[in-house]
């Protein structure tokens, strides 16, 4: 197994795991959300592709930050190794690519990157930790509703940014509050 080297993220300048662009994940989602916010002048204008792809920048941010703790740690849920939350991914038991449960709170867990990348999800113990927490019934319910059928709609993904941007100001201010 190849072991990554910690490098120096060209943003922020730590020491961490580089994502894109030689950037951290963290980073590299914030450059992208700036860049979504610059390169339109209001959301009416944005892409649905564009609306999309900001939502699900802060969805992640949302369910990283809403399972840390009061330290803003965060646990992997397939191999159990602890993360700040900026440095933990969310992980979707089913692909992004099936609309209908892209944003389902069950269907997004905190992951470290070992396990969400390098090993593809790590879908076996994904399924064993959703079957512990929720159910053999729900995550049944769950894999099924991959096939339903979702069009998000410029008024649903204007709704959801609004209300996403919300749940983290909130969680910004409790984490600072803890510190």
Request: hydrophobic share 30%.
């Amino acid at each position: 197994m190849i072991k990554r080297k910690l490098k120096e993220c060209k943003r922020c300048g730590e020491d961490k795991y580089l994502f894109g662009h030689g950037m951290c994940e963290f980073c590299y989602n914030v450059t992208k959300l700036e860049k979504a916010k610059s390169s339109a002048t209001s959301d009416k204008k944005m892409s649905l592709a564009d609306k999309r792809v900001k939502a699900l920048a802060l969805f992640s941010t949302w369910r990283r930050m809403s399972t840390a703790n009061d330290k803003g740690f965060c646990k992997c849920v397939t191999c159990g190794d602890k993360y700040h939350w900026k440095d933990i991914q969310n992980g979707h038991y089913i692909d992004r690519e099936h609309n209908a449960t892209t944003f389902k709170v069950i269907n997004n867990h905190p992951q470290c990157q070992d396990c969400n990348e390098f090993k593809r999800g790590n879908i076996e113990k994904y399924r064993e930790y959703l079957v512990q927490a929720y159910g053999e019934e729900v995550v049944s319910d769950l894999e099924a509703s991959r096939y339903e059928v979702l069009r998000l709609t410029h008024p649903f993904l204007d709704d959801l940014i609004d209300v996403l941007n919300k749940r983290i100001e909130k969680l910004e201010k409790s984490l600072k509050k803890d510190k």
